[in-house]
Structure formats: structure tokens, C-alpha cells
């Protein structure tokens, strides 16, 4: 088995483009939530979202790409060009047969069907684009981004709810740490704010309705939360074998080294109430990795700052853990960057390998009125500075799917 390290990551979020920007954003406790700009959210009950500000694809793809195809291909590529950038791999003497690419999203090209379906109703099929179905379908980010660079690996895409990047990094990981592929491009991405998503969320009565203070409305772990913000964005990061990483000098962010996934088996949207499944895939996680619970120094929570989640994660949490579950400290990046969906599990990773590399714990902002029911220590509203060796990172999905990355600070001799 092999050592798999991160040694390339590139982001887009409503709290910053690129890595450097995105870091400062969260560890300065900095906000992406605003007003919906897309499209005029007066009609819906939640009218707020988590926009990416100043996108300019141009700036690394052509004009063909930009007009065949729906936004989140857009984000998925941009953003695998800047991992590929960071991570010093120089692609001409790369064994194209040994790369991969496992890609995620929750939804997919959501635009894309309803600008289609306008033209459907209003003008007849005949209006209807030629790429109507490959901006759609969730797979087209993983074979557009091999198509770009010639990647012949394993190539396909995952679609698991929230919890979808975090699915396709697990398994990435795997196909490395096996021998399978030498280098995976993984992550997610999700372009979803428009009036048919934010209606369908509406309806499922998922959304914050904090409309009057958009950056004060995602709160995980806040007694007075009331649902999550939808966001867009992505992640890539680079997963590569220790040994070939270190051969060609590459920058090391750090090192994942488990993956545990499960089900509810309960609900189309809630979580298990049990807490045993989600708990599952916890340790599972940590048993893949050979961790141990004293050695968890973090967890980058699912945190959606919907009433159900942040206490279902709290018993989770104590479930693992038992009373050394209120010494670790925990945070929820989507207090700021709002729920990326199927991408917010690669964004979160990227967040946590940033920490375990600079030992800061970033915040769980907008923590202002604690609940009894939630009583860990969820580094409010301040980034805390501390020496973190292993972190967990959960996901968990409408359909009951759970997923937790395990990662570890890099250090050769560990």
C-alpha cells in the first residue's frame, strides 16, 4: 500500500477565488453570504445565497468552453487547472494511463435545464441546444477535465448528495494507495442557484429564511439556526503517491490516510436520529487510517446549520468519542461559505489540509446563543492557533449518505 499525499489544490467559492484568497477568507471569520443577484428572489421565502463573486473563466479556459458549458463544468475545470498549476506537475511527462480523474457533483448542470426547458416551452424543440445534454449530465466535469489535459485513466463521476466529493475523494484515494492509478484529479462542483432549486429547497423547508441579515444566517450549532444556505463553487486537489511526490520535489499540503462511508437507511432528507450510521463512518474512517481516537486533534463538521444536522452531529460526535469528545475542537466552514452541495465536501477538505499545514483551526462563525443539545467546543467566531496532527472531515447527504476523510499533517517519517 501506498502513502497518498495532496500535493495540488485549487478552489472557487463565495468567500474567495484561489487558494491563498479562500485560507485568508476563513481564517479571518470573512462572510460569502449575500442577497441573490442571479435572478430576482422577491416571490421565495429564502432569498439569500452564497455567490461566486468576480468569476472570470477566461482566465483559464477558451470561449468554446465557456459557451458550451454549464457553470459547474466551468468551476470544475477552472479550478483543476489551478491544483494542476500548484501542484508542479509537468503533464508532457506524465503516464497518461496512470492519471485519473473522479469528479463530483449533487445536481449538476441546473442552469443549463432551465434555460433548455425555457426554450423548450417558448420557442419548440428546435430551439433546444445541441450541448443541452452534455452541459447537463454530472459526469461531463470529469471527462471535460480529461479531455483538457489527456488524462486515460479511471474516469468517472459520483453523485451522492452532499456528500458527493467527499464519495469521490475516498475513492480516489483508494485507487492511489493501491497502486491502481499513480496520480487522481478529485473534488466537486455545483452551479445551483437558480429560481427551480432554490424554490425546490424552499419547498423542503431546508433554507435559512434570515433574509434581512444574509451574512448572519448560516450558524451552525447556534440555538437560533433555522436552516443552510445554498452555495456554488468547487475544489480539486491532486492526490499522489508519497514516493513519486517526493521524487519530482512537489509541495505537500498533507496526507490522507482514511475513508469510512455509509447509510442511514431512514429518510430522504433526515438524518438517522440514532446517530449509529453516521457514527459508522466516523470509525470507519479512523480504522482505515489505523487512527485512534486520542489522536484526533480536529473535525471539520458537516455543520449545515439546519436544526436537525448540527444535533444529530453533536450525538455523533459524542458517540465516537464519549467525554473526549468536548476536548476536540471542531468548526463549520459553511458558517461562511454557505453549503457548496455536492462540492462542499472537496472544499472542506482543502480547509482542512490548509489547517493541519498551518495549525489554525478556522471559526464556526455566527455563534452567538449556545443549545443545550449542542455543547462541544465549535471554535466560535475566532481561528484558534494550534499544533493539529490528524483531522476528520464528515459529510452527510440527502438519501442517509455519510462520509468521513481522515487526514494527517505530513511528516516524512510518520
Same mark, same amino acid.
Given at each position: 500500500?501506498?502513502?497518498?499525499? %495532496? ?42 445565497? &452564497? ?23 466551468? $468551476?470544475?475545470?477552472? @479550478? @483543476? ?42 420557442? /419548440?424543440?428546435?430551439?433546444?441546444? !445541441? ?18 489535459? &489527456? ?16 464519495? =469521490?475523494? &475516498? ?32 419547498? =423542503? ?12 444566517? *448560516?450558524?451552525? $450549532? ?13 475544489? @480539486? ?9 517526493? +521524487?519530482?520535489? =512537489? ?8 475513508? &469510512? ?9 433526515? !438524518?438517522?436520529?440514532?446517530?449509529? !450510521?453516521?457514527?459508522?463512518?466516523? +470509525?470507519?474512517?479512523?480504522?482505515? /487510517? ?26 455523533? %460526535? ?13 468548526? *463549520? ?30 471559526? @464556526? ?14 471554535? !466560535? ?25 481522515? $487526514? +494527517?499533517?505530513?511528516?516524512? *517519517?510518520?
Amino acid at each position: 500500500m501506498h502513502r497518498v499525499v %495532496i500535493t495540488g489544490v485549487g478552489v472557487v467559492t463565495p468567500v474567495g477565488i484561489g487558494t491563498q484568497e479562500f485560507w485568508k477568507a476563513l481564517k479571518n471569520g470573512k462572510n460569502g453570504i449575500t442577497r441573490i443577484t442571479k435572478f430576482d428572489p422577491s416571490p421565495f421565502k429564502s432569498q439569500i445565497a &452564497g455567490e461566486v463573486k468576480g468569476f472570470e473563466p477566461s482566465k483559464n479556459l477558451d470561449f468554446k468552453e465557456i459557451k458550451r458549458y454549464d457553470l459547474f463544468t466551468l $468551476f470544475a475545470l477552472y @479550478t @483543476t487547472i489551478e491544483a494542476i498549476e500548484d501542484s508542479g506537475l509537468d503533464i508532457e511527462s506524465l503516464d497518461m494511463d496512470r492519471v485519473g480523474v473522479i469528479y463530483a457533483s449533487g445536481i449538476g448542470g441546473e442552469n443549463t435545464w432551465e434555460v433548455e426547458h425555457t426554450k423548450l416551452l417558448e420557442k /419548440g424543440p428546435g430551439k433546444v441546444s !445541441p450541448f443541452f445534454i452534455p452541459s447537463l449530465i454530472i459526469n461531463m466535469a470529469a471527462g471535460k477535465i480529461a479531455m483538457k489535459f &489527456g488524462f486515460k485513466g479511471i474516469n468517472y463521476g459520483i453523485v451522492s448528495a452532499c456528500s458527493s466529493s467527499g464519495h =469521490a475523494l &475516498g475513492e480516489a484515494f483508494r485507487k492511489v494507495r493501491t497502486g491502481e492509478m499513480d496520480i487522481m484529479v478529485a473534488g466537486g462542483s455545483e452551479a445551483p442557484i437558480g429560481p427551480l432549486a432554490v424554490a425546490g429547497f424552499c419547498a =423542503a423547508r431546508s433554507l435559512s429564511t434570515r433574509n434581512d441579515e444574509p451574512e448572519k444566517a *448560516s450558524r451552525p $450549532f447556534d440555538k437560533n439556526r433555522d436552516g443552510f444556505i445554498m452555495s456554488e463553487g468547487s475544489g @480539486t486537489l491532486i492526490l499522489e503517491k508519497l514516493e513519486s511526490a517526493k +521524487k519530482r520535489g =512537489a509541495p505537500i499540503y498533507g496526507e490522507i490516510v482514511g475513508y &469510512g462511508a455509509s447509510n442511514d437507511a431512514f429518510h430522504i432528507t433526515a !438524518p438517522n436520529e440514532t446517530g449509529e !450510521p453516521q457514527a459508522m463512518a466516523m +470509525k470507519r474512517a479512523m480504522e482505515d /487510517g489505523n487512527i485512534k481516537k486520542e489522536e484526533i486533534d480536529y473535525i471539520n463538521a458537516h455543520g449545515t446549520s439546519t436544526i436537525l444536522n448540527d444535533k444529530i452531529e453533536t450525538k455523533v %460526535i459524542k458517540k465516537v468519542f464519549g467525554e473526549r469528545a468536548y476536548e476536540i475542537n471542531i468548526s *463549520s466552514s459553511k458558517s461562511m461559505t454557505g453549503h457548496l452541495l455536492g462540492a462542499t465536501s472537496a472544499v472542506e477538505a482543502i480547509a482542512c489540509v490548509l489547517s493541519l499545514r498551518d495549525g489554525i483551526i478556522t471559526p @464556526t462563525t455566527n455563534y452567538e446563543t449556545p443549545d443545550e443539545e449542542c455543547d462541544l467546543n465549535y471554535t !466560535p467566531n475566532e481561528a484558534v492557533k494550534k499544533d493539529i496532527r490528524v483531522a476528520l472531515s464528515n459529510s452527510f447527504g440527502f438519501g442517509g449518505h455519510n462520509v468521513t476523510l481522515a $487526514f +494527517k499533517k505530513y511528516e516524512e *517519517s510518520s
